[in-house]
Structures are given as C-alpha cells and as structure tokens.
C-alpha cells in the first residue's frame, strides 16, 4: 500500500471513528447513521418531531426520566425509534442493560427484534462499539451481549418467565381493530400494570417507556394518563394550542404556533391527513 493510500484509509478510519462518538453520544445522530442498515433503499426523511422523541429517549436513559408515554400517529417512525434505534444506542454505551419489549402481537414485537439485532450485528457498529452478541443466547427474539445485556421481544399476554430487566417497552399495547373492544384493552392494561411490573430487576430505578397511536380514551395511554406518573410526549397530527404538549416542567414545549399546524406536512400533507381522517377516523 503506498503512503497515500495509507492515509486514505486512517483519514476514512477516523471519519468513521468521529461520527460513531457523535452517534454514541445523541440518539438523533445514531439514527441517522445506522438507518442505511435496516433501510438501504429508503431515504430518511427527517422532521423536528424525531428530534423530540430522541431527546425525550435520551433523558430515560440518563435517569431524567423514569416513566415516559409518547402518543404519535401512525408512520411516524416510533417503533423504529424506539424499538429499533434506542436498545442498539443504549448498548453502545452500557452494553450489560437489560430490556422487555413488548407489542400488541408477538410477530410485530419480533421484527423490530430483529432490526434492532441487524444494527448490532453490523460491522459498523461492532468496528465502532465492540459489542458482541452471545452465540449461546442470539435468537429472533431473545439475545444477550457478551456483557450479559438482553433484549427480550413478547406479545401483550406473554410471559417472560425468568426474565429481569432494567426497561420496560411496549410499543403500540392495542391492536387497532380491536379498539372497541372492551376486553381487548383490559387485558393490555392488565399485563402492563402487573405482569410487566414484575419484571422490573429495581421498581426503584427501572424505567417504563410505553409508545401508541390513540385509538380510544380506555386504552393503555389513558389509563396511564389517569394513573399519572408520566411525562406525556403527545404530538397530534394538527396542532391545538390548547392542548399543546408540555414536559420536564415546562423544558420541552411543542414548537408549533399556529391553530392546526401539522406534524410532518413532508410525508403528511393536508391531503392525506384528510383521506386518513375517512378511512381511520380522527
């Protein structure tokens, strides 16, 4: 190799070295880097309202805090964020903490596993990070770092027997179809406020991320609502000044000023908000 080609190649090394400590460090930036991996033919379209569920994630994971419901509409990238991106982030700096991850159906908490899993099996990310999975414990749903972190996937109902962890997730508790069902959301508030709790390995300093579209006043978000206890993330598709969304005591605020102002105009113009207002309702 010539002297040039060498310093090509440490100049690329270290490139690559800065943007990984800039990733490390802030949950947007890592998002950013590694979306090629799960999503190489996509273009990431990136919007303010990433940045806040980022910085929200971001103070869970600090201890900031300890209990944290975000409620966006659908497609808009939650469950990547934060059944995908945040567990492989976390482990770029503590590779030994321990998650549930939970979803309303087994096969939907099961492929963001596996997502997550392709992030951390990458070479950029294991050239960057060094971690690694345990050979003896790396399935679809249920893998270990060689640091004894895990991440564990599970329908609403499952039961995680022998399982502790330092978070507890559930992204989307409620199917959508069965909103109206009664049952349907008492079983979801049922597994999360007792079966979920149990699992926690400190009740002191675990901490409880719950994720979802509202889909009716008794699902698991308004139930938690009326618990109290969390720091509600909600970011309507139009802006209500009345009901603008508010955080850590007034430090995050929804940044949209005007009656009806959208979310994300970029993937979700007037137009289509409109036609999902027939065939969703609002």
């Not at 590694?34 to 940045?51: G, M, R, S």
């Not at 806040?52 to 900031?64: F, N």
């Not at 599970?154 to 399982?163: D, P, Q, R, S």
Request: proline share 5%.
């Amino acid at each position: 190799m010539t002297d040039e080609g060498l310093v090509s190649d440490l100049s690329i090394e270290t490139a690559h070295g800065a943007e990984a400590e800039l990733a490390r460090r802030h949950l947007s930036e890592f998002v950013k880097l590694y979306w090629p991996v799960i999503e190489p033919t996509a273009p990431l379209i990136w919007n303010w309202h990433l940045d806040a569920i980022c910085e929200h994630l971001e103070a869970v994971t600090a201890g900031y805090i300890q209990r944290l419901l975000i409620n966006v509409p659908p497609g808009h990238m939650k469950s990547i964020l934060v059944s995908v991106m945040w567990p492989a982030w976390v482990w770029a700096s503590n590779p030994g903490w321990r998650i549930l991850c939970g979803s309303y159906a087994a096969d939907l908490a099961l492929r963001d596993s596996v997502k997550c899993r392709s992030i951390v099996e990458s070479e950029l990310y294991k050239r960057a990070y060094g971690v690694t999975l345990e050979s003896d414990q790396n399935a679809k749903g249920h893998y270990k770092t060689t640091a004894m972190g895990e991440r564990m996937a599970l329908g609403v109902g499952g039961k995680a027997t022998g399982f502790r962890g330092n978070a507890r997730l559930v992204d989307d508790p409620n199917n959508a179809t069965e909103a109206m069902s009664e049952l349907a959301r008492a079983n979801a508030v049922n597994w999360w406020d007792k079966a979920m709790s149990n699992r926690m390995n400190d009740m002191r300093t675990g901490t409880s991320v719950v994720v979802q579209q509202r889909l009716h006043e008794g699902d698991l978000s308004g139930h938690l609502l009326e618990q109290g206890g969390y720091e509600h993330l909600c970011l309507p598709s139009e802006f209500n000044p009345k009901k603008r969304a508010s955080t850590c005591g007034g430090v995050w605020q929804d940044p949209r000023t005007q009656p009806g102002e959208l979310l994300f105009p970029t993937m979700f113009p007037q137009s289509v908000l409109d036609r999902q207002k027939v065939e969703l309702g609002s």
